[in-house]
């Protein structure tokens, strides 16, 4: 079985501040784990992934992600908030190449001027 | 490239009327196929996902039911709406976990 924990529903920081979103995952074997954003009535779209490879993930937009097998976790961060971040952010899980993925609740981020 | 294609953007439509969404994918053979629901405040809920022609597995009890007539189509249908159906409804494809999914844009469903 897998799981995704994104713990609160919302984050906000400032303009320039440090974003830190949290994802912790549950996965009887190595997992692939993806970060997506969705914007208002629109659909879901890749941040980044893990696939095993490098554990420091880049993605677009200046977002990056860390997977910590000890911590079970893979955070998404962005050293500086932009007006244009605000947005829904899922965590996801999967533990087979065929495999569902299973996403988290996900969290909206507020960005303040 | 692969495209997802899905229709239409918005639907205002009666309680008991009959409901149609359609997906459709580009540029690629057996994608694994997904219909999904976002209700206010509830996050992501898998409905049916389908991975070959013919080939439907239901997630949830519900008023809803799901085709794949051709390997590049989805659809979501329903006889009779209920209020309950109300919400944002996505489409997604993919080529198996390692390669993550791929979301169309969504039809926001209202049921009045």
């Known amino acids: 079985a897998q799981s995704v924990t994104q713990l609160g529903s919302h984050v906000s920081v400032s303009e320039g501040a440090l974003v830190l979103l949290r994802c912790n995952y549950s996965?009887?074997?190595?997992?692939?784990l993806f970060w997506y954003v969705q914007y208002p009535n629109q659909g879901l779209q890749l941040l980044l992934k893990y696939t095993s490879a490098a554990t420091l993930v880049k993605g677009i937009n200046g977002f990056e992600a860390e997977f910590k097998k000890s911590e079970t976790s893979f955070h998404l961060t962005k050293p500086s908030a932009h007006m244009s971040d605000a947005a829904e952010y899922f965590c996801?899980?999967?533990?087979?190449?065929?495999?569902?993925?299973?996403f988290g609740k996900g969290i909206t981020l507020s960005v303040r001027p | 490239s692969q495209t997802i294609h899905q229709w239409p953007a918005t639907l205002v439509q009666p309680v008991g009327s009959p409901l149609s969404l359609e997906c459709t994918v580009e540029g690629t053979s057996n994608p694994n196929l997904y219909w999904y629901r976002q209700a206010a405040g509830r996050g992501l809920q898998l409905l049916f996902y389908?991975?070959?022609?013919?080939?439907i597995s239901s997630e949830v009890p519900q008023n809803l039911s799901a085709s794949r007539p051709q390997d590049r189509q989805f659809i979501l249908s329903s006889k009779k709406l209920l209020l309950s159906d109300s919400g944002f409804y996505l489409c997604?494809?993919?080529?198996?976990?390692?390669?993550?999914?791929?979301f169309g844009s969504g039809t926001r469903l209202t049921v009045v």
């Open positions: 996801a899980v999967t533990n087979g190449a065929n495999s569902k993925l299973t």
């Open positions: 997604a494809w993919s080529a198996g976990g390692l390669y993550g999914y791929t």
């Open positions: 389908s991975v070959g022609i013919g080939q």
């Open positions: 996965s009887s074997v190595p997992p692939y």
